[in-house]
């Protein structure tokens, strides 16, 4: 029998405390996994983790890793049915027989692709903070900081000319604080705040303009 569930990062880590023997691999898309989780998964489910990026202008999925070839952490594979295109600013385009205009599509996604061709996204260009005319990634903020701080289970970086710092756990603010400071200096957060959960949108998603919108 073949079953899709679709499950968040947060019932992902409740997921991982099972055993499922018939399991073949776990397909993970909408966000990234953080390293950590990708490598919990991956040790206690002991199958493929299979990260992909997919878009409703593209119908389904354009990139994946393979399932049966190597799956790098951290990225969203290869392009899958699509032509692709990185301009000088980090924009993805994307361009096919599926995209649902002609020629390229911006995605609004800032991306990179590495030596071996895979696409790592770096977050959505809308999202990226400009302090005194330095534009931040909040996305790669919030992955440094689930993977340095060990006490950080969730977090969300926002904000327009400032850097905010929303996190789930229970490591000191100061910490926090010190480690955007050893990202550089324009990345001190003006407001580090600690909740039980990240608020989400009412599509039940994280939006960053969300919580712009809340915070001010």
Not at 21 to 32: E, I, K, M, P, Q
Not at 82 to 109: A, M
Not at 116 to 139: C, E, F, H, T, W
Request: net charge neutral.
């Amino acid at each position: 029998i073949n079953m899709k569930i679709i499950l968040t990062e947060r019932q992902l880590r409740v997921l991982n405390k099972f055993k499922f023997n018939t399991l073949r691999f776990v397909a993970s898309a909408g966000a990234a996994l953080t390293d950590n989780l990708y490598r919990e998964l991956t040790s206690t489910l002991q199958v493929p983790i299979i990260e992909a990026f997919g878009m409703t202008e593209n119908i389904s999925h354009c990139f994946t890793n393979p399932l049966y070839g190597e799956q790098r952490i951290g990225t969203v594979g290869l392009p899958f049915g699509v032509t692709t295109y990185i301009d000088e600013n980090k924009h993805l385009y994307i361009k096919g027989p599926s995209v649902v205009v002609d020629g390229w599509l911006d995605t609004g996604d800032l991306a990179i692709q590495d030596e071996k061709g895979y696409y790592r996204i770096l977050g959505r260009s809308v999202d990226q903070i400009n302090v005194k005319g330095i534009k931040l990634n909040p996305a790669s903020i919030e992955t440094q900081l689930k993977n340095n701080i060990t006490g950080i289970t969730d977090c969300v970086i926002f904000g327009t000319n400032w850097v905010n710092c929303m996190y789930v756990g229970d490591a000191p603010v100061d910490t926090i604080q010190k480690f955007l400071l050893s990202l550089g200096p324009y990345c001190k957060a003006k407001n580090i705040i600690n909740v039980t959960e990240i608020p989400l949108n009412n599509s039940g998603k994280i939006s960053r303009s969300f919580l712009n919108t809340t915070l001010s």
